[in-house]
């Protein structure tokens, strides 16, 4: 227990920034599901994204098969079995902002109650935004020792975007959709509970955290000579924004719609 935590804690101390992201994650959930279902997703998340990792390095599904590489951080981070804690736990807010961001250019306002949207169109927009974030950051993630995310893993067959299969942007799709659907089964079920906190200009919070994480890609894509993925990161950011600021144009000119969120 006491070298579990003291890796947690150099896990913490090697990669601030994912945690910086998990902090953001646990504002605006907060302020959008409310506590009882920000903690579920966060436990439920990487319960999911775990498991397909574990699964994925031994058979292939639902990522294609990959392998973690354990000399550059075993010992220096916190791993569960033979896969890096914080590559899992970044589902969890990758997840959840997807669908978060999803549901504003649906024009879907956040249930009062915090409950968890569950449409077809909410599960397979917030899965393809997902996809899209890995379009940006795998590519960027496999090339670790060009910057200081450090060589992580490597693909059993390298795929022919960028090194990255097919069947890795598949996976993604079907970890952000199985999340969501299992969050809203249990909705359903009446298993999840409580009310949104207050967060000052909510309708901004989610999209604005989902482009800076597709910003934050395609930056340091650009920093390791991967201009490719960096425009195509940009143009991501564009198509995204415009969607967002379409649909706040959309909301505030139609009255009362201001007051909403």
């Given at each position: 227990?006491?070298?579990?935590?003291d890796l947690l804690v150099k896990t913490v101390l090697l990669r601030p920034y994912v945690f910086c992201f998990l902090a953001l994650y646990l504002v605006i959930a907060w302020?959008?599901?409310?506590?009882?279902?920000?903690?579920?997703?966060?436990?439920?998340?990487?319960?999911?994204?775990?498991?397909?990792?574990?699964?994925?390095?031994?058979?292939?599904?639902?990522?294609?098969?990959?392998?973690?590489?354990?000399?550059?951080?075993?010992?220096?981070?916190?791993?569960?079995?033979?896969?890096?804690?914080?590559?899992?736990?970044?589902?969890?807010?990758?997840s959840f902002v997807s669908y978060a961001t999803a549901r504003r250019l649906l024009g879907k306002e956040p249930d009062p109650k915090g409950r968890i949207e569950a449409s077809?169109?909410?599960?397979?927009?917030?899965?393809?935004?997902?996809?899209?974030?890995?379009?940006?950051?795998?590519?960027?993630?496999?090339?670790?020792?060009?910057?200081?995310?450090?060589?992580?893993?490597?693909?059993?067959?390298?795929?022919?975007?960028?090194?990255?299969?097919?069947?890795?942007?598949?996976?993604?799709?079907?970890?952000?959709?199985?999340?969501?659907?299992?969050?809203?089964?249990?909705?359903?079920?009446?298993?999840?509970?409580?009310?949104?906190?207050?967060?000052?200009?909510?309708?901004?919070?989610?999209?604005?955290?989902?482009?800076?994480?597709?910003?934050?890609?395609?930056?340091?894509?650009?920093?390791?000579?991967?201009?490719?993925?960096?425009?195509?990161?940009?143009?991501?950011?564009?198509?995204?924004?415009?969607?967002?600021?379409?649909?706040?144009?959309?909301?505030?000119?139609?009255?009362?719609?201001?007051?909403?969120?």
């Amino acid at each position: 227990m006491v070298e579990s935590l003291d890796l947690l804690v150099k896990t913490v101390l090697l990669r601030p920034y994912v945690f910086c992201f998990l902090a953001l994650y646990l504002v605006i959930a907060w302020g959008e599901i409310g506590p009882l279902r920000t903690v579920v997703w966060l436990v439920l998340g990487y319960a999911i994204a775990f498991v397909c990792e574990y699964s994925s390095t031994r058979n292939g599904f639902p990522f294609g098969l990959y392998h973690y590489l354990d000399a550059p951080t075993r010992g220096r981070e916190l791993w569960i079995s033979n896969v890096p804690f914080m590559d899992s736990l970044s589902f969890v807010f990758l997840s959840f902002v997807s669908y978060a961001t999803a549901r504003r250019l649906l024009g879907k306002e956040p249930d009062p109650k915090g409950r968890i949207e569950a449409s077809l169109g909410v599960l397979f927009a917030a899965s393809t935004l997902m996809l899209g974030i890995d379009l940006i950051c795998d590519p960027v993630a496999l090339r670790g020792d060009r910057w200081f995310l450090g060589r992580l893993y490597y693909y059993a067959e390298p795929g022919g975007f960028f090194g990255v299969p097919l069947s890795n942007f598949l996976g993604w799709f079907f970890v952000a959709f199985t999340i969501v659907l299992a969050m809203a089964q249990l909705e359903r079920f009446g298993l999840l509970g409580g009310r949104p906190g207050s967060l000052p200009l909510k309708p901004l919070w989610a999209p604005a955290f989902y482009l800076g994480l597709v910003l934050f890609n395609a930056l340091i894509a650009f920093w390791i000579d991967l201009a490719g993925v960096g425009w195509l990161g940009l143009a991501l950011v564009a198509a995204v924004g415009l969607a967002w600021w379409l649909r706040l144009a959309l909301a505030f000119g139609q009255p009362g719609l201001e007051q909403t969120s």
